[in-house]
């Protein structure tokens, strides 16, 4: 799968060591950095860039981290066609993508290590949305709203 990540001075460090995991995995990863610590550096600027690679075609998902993981996600889905959400466990990681057919994974690497990072980025990476009647009907008004 072609996935983009990028991370703020917050989530540095897990950027770095999931970057490297998913390489082994056989991904291709496109690091939108940040690629030294910066602690001066601003989450948006990283989550509008990952969410403009999957708007224009370029990545199937994208993985954005900082503290919480909460400011990456507001400012994900400020970008049309962008579905993003904080999650911390494996469980909404797959439903997200599911019923919900989100594209953008936020992680906070404040609140997870990277053994659980690496668990949740599992489930979001092999999970497919379910295109079900009430699953596109809701993610139809979702659309809508971005219109």
Do not use: T
Not at 66 to 91: L, M
């Amino acid at each position: 799968m072609r996935i983009v990540v990028g991370a703020d001075h917050g989530g540095f460090h897990l950027k770095q060591d999931l970057v490297k995991w998913l390489k082994e995995e056989g991904h291709i990863v496109e690091d939108i950095g940040a690629h030294e610590y910066d602690q001066y550096d601003d989450y948006p600027d990283f989550a509008i860039k990952a969410a403009n690679k999957i708007k224009d075609g370029s990545v199937n998902r994208g993985i954005v981290i900082c503290g919480s993981g909460v400011g990456a996600s507001i400012a994900s889905n400020k970008i049309k066609g962008i579905r993003a959400s904080v999650c911390h466990d494996s469980y909404s990681a797959s439903q997200g993508v599911e019923h919900d057919d989100m594209n953008v994974l936020c992680i906070g690497a404040r609140v997870i290590g990277y053994e659980l990072a690496r668990l949740v980025v599992e489930s979001f990476l092999n999970s497919s949305y379910s295109g079900g009647e009430r699953h596109q009907r809701r993610l139809d008004k979702l659309i809508d709203l971005e219109s």
